[in-house]
């Protein structure tokens, strides 16, 4: 098998920085984990939340402790800073060799969907962003990996594109129109979702937007593991 | 401008965790960085060094460190721990939008390339891996971002692929002739060194095998931020 994990980030129109972080870091165990953090509001102040959630993340990851109890030392560690004042989402999904599974850590409102073939599930129970209170704790969703199976994860830039002009973004509708086309790939579906975002916001994006699709697919390949980034930049000093 | 960043890697034959370690983080001033970590022999000894490297490399640099300091942290935390007994190499390509240039830091004794048109430049002046004594100096080069460019960075398995079979590798060559292709993308320049490398090793890689490709091209697209891995993985814990 193959596991594809493909991303798409905008920012918010006229906005340099993101608030949204996202990064994949190796286990120490092997696999890989994706971890995507919104901080509360947008530019610079947003950018250092989220970027201190992610880095808090991967470095527990990287000692080996669970996804569960780093979403919680996150947030643990962001109330203690801000009294509750500021906070972010997290969701983090991992490629876990030893147990065969990917598992989904969500404290994030915005949902994920989870697709088989022409099944699509969508997680939506209701979860609290880190640093809300003391406390707060994640969903763990855990699910095989087989062939066929896409994870969908977005920020909620997605879930209220369109709203400022009455026509909200229906992700789980532009998912199944793209997943009718002949098996696209992830890079594919992120892209679509995003597009459509960034188009009912009249290519004004009224949020920073960050979708993130993992698929698992029969081996097709060599044994080599790829990475590819492409980060536009206006001139200089202008991207985050 | 648009920068895109491919990298492709492969474990030496049979051995089931690379001991190549490589990680792209965000800057906290925008841009990014890319971390390859080379640790000394193979499997899960030499993954855990290099990993212990790339994690302190990143935690400093979003904290703000500029790069050569960061490989003289690393280094010295290295030599710290192992006395000298293990070393590690360290290449860190940033992109540094503040300054409009990419910021190559080296320390291993494999070359990078630097190419421009028809012009490739070899960078190959000694480089000393980290943890081999106190006092341990990065090589810093710091390019103007400009269309056209391309780095061309790799870890030792590269190098020495082929010369069990006494048909060493020559990727000045490789990577001239695949740069005689009209205008190939990154990720097409990277898995055409590793498999010229592969392919001088009897598909049997004698070593841990890591290549890197940053180019800049002229703005096609929009203004989306894209990542995308592939990550193969044979049954259940085998990949790392």
Known sequence: MEVQIAAAKVNKYAVSESGDTLEVIERPNGGVSVVLADGQSSGR??????????RKVI??????????????????ALFTDKQGKVISTL????????????VLTRNNPAPMFICRGEQIDILK?????????????PLITEITIEPGLIVVIYTDGLVHAGKRRGTPMDVGATLRSVLEEQDPPPQMLADALLGQ?????DNRPADDISVLVLKVTPRVGDNVRRMAVRLPIDGVARVS
Request: glycine content about 10%; cysteine-free; charged content about 20%.
């Open 125 to 137: 129970e209701e979860s609290i962003p880190l640093g809300t209170s003391r406390n707060v704790r």
């Open 45 to 54: 102040g947003a950018k250092a939340i989220s970027q201190m959630v992610v």
């Open 197 to 201: 975002a960034v188009s009912l916001d």
């Open 91 to 102: 969701n983090i999904a991992s490629l876990d060799l030893s147990s065969g599974t990917i």
């Open 59 to 76: 470095g527990l990851l990287a000692e080996g402790v669970r996804d569960g109890a780093t979403a919680r030392a996150a947030s643990d």
